[in-house]
């Protein structure tokens, strides 16, 4: 069984940053896309960023320019540097991993607080 571990969110004041990770555990065969979503109160859940087993990048447009994920393959981890934070990028944050012929499996969530 495959389990998603995450962490570093927490309190920030605005322009501040903070970076988060996702460890993957468990019986894991392959790993493809990883990504970050968000859900913050009374909003649906919005992706934030994904990557690919390359490299290849994507982002919402509102966190382009602020926000770098990475990964590092060999330890099944995802990475989500947030920097230049903002009131509005205050959610739960979720990481995302596709494992290949399984499925999709999703992160318990971690809050990020950005105070103005």
């Known amino acids: 069984q495959v389990q998603l571990v995450e962490s570093g969110g927490g309190l920030v004041q605005a322009g501040g940053s903070l970076r988060l990770s996702c460890a993957a555990s468990g019986s894991i065969f392959r790993i493809g896309v990883m990504g970050w979503y968000r859900q913050a109160p009374g909003k649906q859940r919005e992706l934030v960023a994904t990557?690919?087993?390359?490299?290849?990048?994507n982002y919402a447009d509102s966190v382009k320019g602020r926000f770098t994920i990475s990964r590092n393959n060999a330890k099944n981890t995802v990475y989500l540097q947030m920097n230049s934070l903002k009131p509005e990028d205050t959610a739960v944050y979720y990481c995302?991993?596709?494992?290949?012929?399984?499925?999709?499996?999703w992160g318990q969530g971690t809050q990020v607080t950005v105070s103005s």
């Open positions: 990557i690919t087993g390359v490299g290849s990048t």
């Open positions: 995302n991993v596709a494992l290949i012929g399984t499925g999709y499996l």
